[in-house]
């Protein structure tokens, strides 16, 4: 199984940054994309953004611009960087990996257990 743990989340005021990072652990043979997703309260999980194994990048276009997705393939580890946050960016956010455990392994998803982030003055 792959594990997913993320980290990094905070309250800072508007205008501010924060940087997440999500690591994957457990059994790996390959990942195939890592992503972030986010859930405001009352509200549906939404797409933020997403890195492949070949490094490219996509964003939403609530957050392009303001965030940065990288990665660190050795470690298996991804940050999203936050720049000029906004109170509408307020949510649990949440790592995923597309991924397979094994050689014979059908691709699936992992989900980490979620960080807040909350901005407000």
């Known amino acids: 199984q792959v594990r997913l743990v993320e980290s990094g989340g905070g309250l800072v005021q508007p205008g501010g940054s924060l940087r997440l990072s999500c690591v994957a652990s457990?059994?790996?043979?390959?990942?195939?994309?890592m992503n972030w997703y986010r859930e405001a309260s009352g509200k549906r999980r939404e797409y933020v953004a997403h890195i492949t194994h070949t490094g490219r990048t996509n964003y939403d276009e609530s957050v392009k611009g303001r965030f940065t997705l990288s990665r660190d393939g050795a470690e298996n580890r991804v940050y999203l960087q936050m720049t000029n946050l906004k109170p509408e960016d307020t949510a649990v956010y949440y790592c995923?990996?597309?991924?397979?455990?094994?050689?014979?392994?059908?691709?699936?998803?992992?989900w980490g257990q979620g960080t807040q982030v909350t901005v407000s003055s």
């Open positions: 457990g059994s790996i043979f390959k990942i195939e994309s």
């Open positions: 995923n990996a597309e991924a397979r455990a094994y050689a014979d392994s059908a691709l699936d998803d992992y």
